[in-house]
């Protein structure tokens, strides 16, 4: 179970990106899909690695590959904490880039309603009659929005 004094997160944009992961990946730990809900995974876990990448990209902090990496493997893991409380099938690697999220989120202006949209819409890809191949069966692994590497320069620093 998440505990209170884990709750409070404040990333600084130009902060030290790898404490953030770990301190978010040692935070993902302690969820329980049977004590926490799908809105802690959120709260406590994709919200903040969203904001703080949005923060970066707010201030020009370029983030390093590695990074980012750490980021986007974290929130994964927080994305799978979701799944499992919603009751949503299981995925192995990426189910969606962090950039990915952070646009959606650029749209409706709330991390739980971007995520919710983009496993309802991975959804629709991954039905029998619609061939696509979303993150229940594991497929949108490394790939971004418009078939580019999840990690692909040209997603770097783009903001609406």
Known sequence: MVREEDRAVAPPPRG???AFAELLRRRRDSFDPDDDTAADAIRFGVAPLVHAY???CRVDAELSPVERSL???TLNDWLRAYAESRGLP???GTAFSI???AMEYADCRDVAAAVSRLFRA???ATAP??????????GRDGVAS???PAGDSRDAGRRR
């Open 16 to 18: 030290d990106v790898s």
């Open 54 to 56: 949005v923060r970066c």
């Open 71 to 73: 980021l986007e493997g």
């Open 90 to 92: 299981a995925f192995d």
């Open 99 to 101: 950039h990915e999220i």
């Open 122 to 124: 991975s959804d629709a």
């Open 129 to 138: 009659d619609a061939g696509g191949d979303g993150p229940s069966s594991g």
């Open 146 to 148: 418009g078939g580019r």
